[in-house]
């Protein structure tokens, strides 16, 4: 239970990740603000400005999106220092923007709260505590440096010093109240649902064990009377033989066994057995378990290795986690429903990296949906033709999604691609959808990795 609560606090980091086109949009949203609030201040209420200075802080904004839509992949999602430098990056513009046009005599400098309440809610204590500390010393330096706010006739609009420290003293107490609050809520939801993860987990092992439990008490029942047959036979053998030593010792070895036998029963029974091989598997072996369920539909499936795969390196035994097997088994799934006839996987692996390439002769993956696969829910609606296709697996479209969190988790970079955009080996068909999944080798290697496998015999099973 103790691991089981670990686990998912473990992954809390990975599962805050933001779409960076969720970022994008926001920032839309608050370049058309700011230019409004300077076109009607320019225009209707006739403030002179420094327009020049506003447009190119406005503008920096402009070019970072753009850059970020034609960089970027649609699916990427920021990490905890990427999600950081833009929020932080969107606090400095807009207190670049209020220093000049008033400073805190500007109402607009309530939007400082917007940056630091994303980031309790989003980020990590210590990013959210730069963030705030940051958002206060803009605060403190905007009270004293700014430049004013001028009418037509050259009149400033400013307001009385008491109320200007009032709204430093606001600003302060409510980045602390408002970070604060958001932090302490979020923090709970989320412990709620790790509850919730842990004790489903906990719930699914114990089905586990209950249910070896149960297979292993009804194998130690129907082989019990063979057993019993097997031990009294050899005793009495073991009485008959006293004469030929050679023929008593193997009455006598057949005796041990059967009672070998009984107690791997009784121990299988009382608790799980952690077996240390079942932990590690070579690489191509981890393949064939993953594509297994898959090689009796129709479609062709050859596993081998690259043509340069571990050039004077022996071929890498791996963890064999859950996500890694069930991660590669959805995107072989994948493969297999959409080919034509025949799916490659292919291994490769040298001292820093581990690569498995799934590839098929199908018609690839849709040009317009190559940057968003791996998101959820792409598609509100299947259409008649993918029904078609793949009968045998109706609601499985979040397959893609699954398998990408799950060996993002383990460590690996996937790849999506269309046979147009790679080249295909000589005598092979057009290919059609390419996914590569790439690991550090640090991340899977059972022997020499950040997470090795104990060697050596299994310990025995302690009650």
Excluded at 196 to 211: F, I, P, S
Excluded at 317 to 341: M, T, Y
Excluded at 358 to 369: E, N, Q, V
């Amino acid at each position: 239970m103790t691991q089981a609560a670990i686990t998912p606090l473990g992954d809390r980091t990975r599962a805050n990740w933001i779409r960076l086109r969720t970022m994008i949009v926001l920032r839309w949203v608050a370049i058309a603000g700011q230019l409004t609030a300077i076109t009607v201040a320019d225009r209707l209420f006739g403030l002179q400005l420094e327009l020049g200075l506003c447009y190119l802080a406005i503008g920096v904004s402009v070019v970072g999106n753009l850059i970020a839509i034609f960089v970027f992949p649609e699916n990427k999602r920021l990490s905890e220092l990427e999600n950081l430098s833009m929020v932080l990056f969107d606090l400095l513009q807009l207190a670049f923007l209020l220093f000049l046009t008033g400073g805190l005599h500007n109402p607009f400098c309530l939007l400082l709260l917007g940056p630091v309440t994303i980031s309790a809610t989003t980020l990590s204590l210590r990013s959210t505590v730069i963030l705030c500390s940051t958002a206060i010393v803009l605060v403190s330096l905007l009270s004293q440096y700014h430049l004013p706010l001028k009418t037509q006739n050259d009149g400033i609009l400013m307001i009385p010093g008491i109320f200007v420290f009032g709204h430093w003293i606001a600003l302060v107490i409510s980045i602390l109240f408002s970070t604060s609050y958001s932090r302490r809520v979020t923090t709970e939801i989320h412990s709620m649902s790790d509850a919730l993860v842990a004790t489903q987990m906990a719930l699914a092992r114990e089905q586990k064990l209950t249910d070896l439990g149960g297979v292993v008490a009804a194998a130690a029942h129907e082989l019990g009377t063979p057993l019993a047959t097997i031990k009294l036979v050899s005793a009495e053998l073991l009485d008959e033989l006293k004469d030929y030593p050679e023929l008593a010792e193997d009455a006598a070895l057949i005796r041990d066994q059967a009672d070998r036998c009984r107690d791997i029963l009784r121990d299988m029974g009382r608790a799980g057995k952690d077996d240390l091989h079942l932990r590690q598997a070579p690489l191509i072996t981890v393949i064939e378990e993953a594509a297994e369920p898959h090689k009796d539909r129709g479609k062709l499936i050859e596993i081998s290795l690259a043509e340069n795969a571990g050039t004077m390196i022996e071929q890498p035994s791996i963890l064999r986690k859950p996500e890694i097997i069930h991660g590669l088994r959805n995107l072989i799934q994948n493969a297999v429903d959409f080919a034509d006839s025949t799916v490659w996987i292919e291994a490769n692996w040298s001292n820093t990296l581990i690569s498995i390439r799934i590839y098929d002769d199908g018609k690839g993956f849709p040009p317009h949906l190559l940057g968003r696969i791996g998101d959820p829910l792409m598609r509100r609606r299947r259409s008649q033709r993918v029904s078609t296709e793949r009968p045998e697996y109706e609601g499985m479209g979040l397959g893609l999604f699954i398998a990408k969190t799950l060996l993002e988790r383990s460590g690996a970079e996937l790849k999506f691609a269309n046979g147009s955009s790679r080249a295909s080996r000589a005598g092979e068909p057009k290919l059609g959808a390419v996914v590569e999944v790439v690991w550090p080798r640090r991340k899977l290697d059972a022997v020499w990795g950040e997470k090795p496998v104990p060697q050596g015999v299994n310990l025995p099973i302690t009650v």
